[in-house]
């Protein structure tokens, strides 16, 4: 089903190209170096967070890697762990019994498969436990630098608020912001539109007033009060 914010951008004027190039360089300019709020340092760690990061915050995720990961933080090590060991650390994130078993049946796959590497090939990721496309996206995004973009719920939002790339579901979304995102633009994109939906085009009260891309939204129930 669309969500409410679809059905208010529905209907509505997608923005022209001009509009979708200047709406990225504002954001540019306002985070010229926009990357992932999850801690990591490696591929592999940077897999694990965002497994464990389903239906749960970044920083809840990064609270329970800083106890993890100086104690196991490769394939191997965290297979040694079993999913008995691995659960104390992440048992403040949600359906963490689940997220344990992808995690551990996921490290005994790229130990007995991949030499304890991350692959960097889509389906190689996506054939991993707990791990589905928008996972695979954010991992050959953020860590192998591919122009991937990963329609998560606050891209899913801002994407149809603003008229940007509206779809009915995540996978239309993606499909038409790899086709109207300027390719100059779209290693970042992920990144920028994100942090947009996480701290500007909340769910329930936008900050549209203070808003740097309020003049080219289309969003038609923006939060009354000047503009910046």
Known sequence: MPTASYRKAAGSTRLKPDEVRE????????????????????????????????????????????????????????????????????????LFNAKAKNVIATCRILVEEYAGEVPRDRAALEALPGVGRKTANVVMNTAFGEPTIAVDTHIFRVSNRTGLAPGKDVRAVEDRLMKVVPEDYRQDAHHWLILHGRYACKARKPDCPQCVIRDLCRFRDKTPGPAP
Request: charged share 15%.
């Open 23 to 94: 709406m990225f360089s504002r954001l540019a300019e306002l985070n010229p170096h926009p990357t992932t709020e999850l801690a990591y340092s490696t591929p592999f760690e940077l897999l694990v967070a965002v497994i464990l990061s389903a239906q749960a915050t970044d920083v809840g995720v990064n609270k329970a890697t800083r106890r993890l990961y100086p104690v196991a933080n490769t394939p191997a090590a965290i297979l040694a762990l079993g999913e008995d060991g691995l659960k104390p650390y992440i048992a403040t994130i949600g």
